[in-house]
């Protein structure tokens, strides 16, 4: 579901333990995070995953590169939700996996916090592909990524964009452009709609700036409506339970910046995805409404 302004990912690669890739190389469990960031970065700065891992070097006995995919998403979410369990799905299968959150939300860095940018959520994944190309345990010829959610709009536009990237996968894919444009089923494709949107969004702007602060448009609602249609009861299911609340997920509590997704109206992502040239694997439920 949403994202932030502009700095360093925090992220987590992940090697299963004694597990086999499918070139028959065997692993042991190893963890690399980069470098906390805890400095306020300008908000025109691009993020930077580059930072020097603050743990050991992973230890992988038979020293061969490995096929590595970056994982992240859903939209609003954080590592240690969805896209953690699919690294560690993905780990268990044989493949390096890593678990990133995008600029400005959880452990990243960013300033200001709890917004998100077609154009910066694009990089994150560019961003990513810079950190995992210089590991020793990575193929750099074999990095892939994975976006869920809204995040699977925007791997893919970053597969329009980067050549290095040689898998894409996308999990029940939102274009939050579109979205943003368009709302929910393009129930609000129309001039006027997105006018009044504009409108209402820029007069919350002028107030965040009076103020100080910025009004935060609310994570998953809570109570749950008896009427909510069936995806809301879905995202309620997860993000407000057990199963998958986490205090850092916007989702989960007080979400985006209600000024936050201002821009996805106007930048729209996608235009030229057909000229991908390395392999796309969409993933879709017959009953998904994205």
């Given amino acids: 579901?949403?994202?932030?302004?502009n700095t360093s990912n925090e992220t987590t690669a992940e090697k299963t333990e004694d597990s086999v890739s499918e070139s028959g190389t065997t692993s042991?469990?190893?963890t690399v995070e980069p470098e906390k960031n805890t400095s306020s970065k300008p908000v025109t700065e691009l993020p930077e995953t580059t930072k020097e891992p603050v743990t050991t070097e992973p230890s992988i006995p038979s020293k061969e590169e490995e096929p590595t995919i970056a994982v992240a998403g859903p939209f609003g979410a954080v590592k240690e939700q969805s896209a953690g369990l699919y690294a560690e799905e993905l780990a268990a299968r044989g493949f390096a996996a890593m678990a990133f959150d995008p600029s400005f939300i959880g452990e990243s860095g960013g300033d200001v916090r709890n917004v998100a940018s077609p154009?910066?959520?694009t990089?994150?994944?560019?961003a990513a592909v810079d950190f995992l190309s210089v590991q020793d345990f990575v193929a750099p010829e074999k990095i892939g990524i994975l976006g869920i959610c809204g995040f699977g709009g925007m791997a893919l536009n970053a597969a329009t964009m980067d050549t290095r990237i040689k898998v894409t996968v996308t999990s029940t894919m939102y274009d939050m452009t579109r979205v943003g444009a368009n709302g929910y089923f393009d129930a609000n494709d129309n001039p006027d709609d997105r006018y009044a949107m504009?409108?209402?969004?820029?007069?919350?702007?002028?107030?965040?700036?009076k103020n100080g602060t910025y009004k935060r448009a609310g994570g998953v609602v809570d109570p749950l409506p008896d009427d909510a249609p069936f995806f809301v009861k879905d995202y309620y299911d997860y993000y407000k339970t057990e199963r998958g609340y986490t205090e850092r997920s916007l989702n989960s509590n007080d979400g985006w910046n209600t000024t936050?997704?201002?821009t996805f109206p106007v930048m729209p992502i996608l235009k030229y995805s057909n000229e991908i040239r390395s392999a796309v694997l969409i993933i879709h439920g017959e009953k998904a409404h994205s």
């Fill in 123 to 126: 990089e994150d994944f560019s």
């Fill in 28 to 30: 042991t469990e190893s």
């Fill in 260 to 262: 936050g997704t201002l």
């Fill in 198 to 209: 504009k409108v209402a969004l820029n007069a919350q702007r002028t107030e965040d700036y």
């Fill in 119 to 121: 154009d910066i959520n």
């Fill in 1 to 5: 579901m949403t994202s932030d302004t």
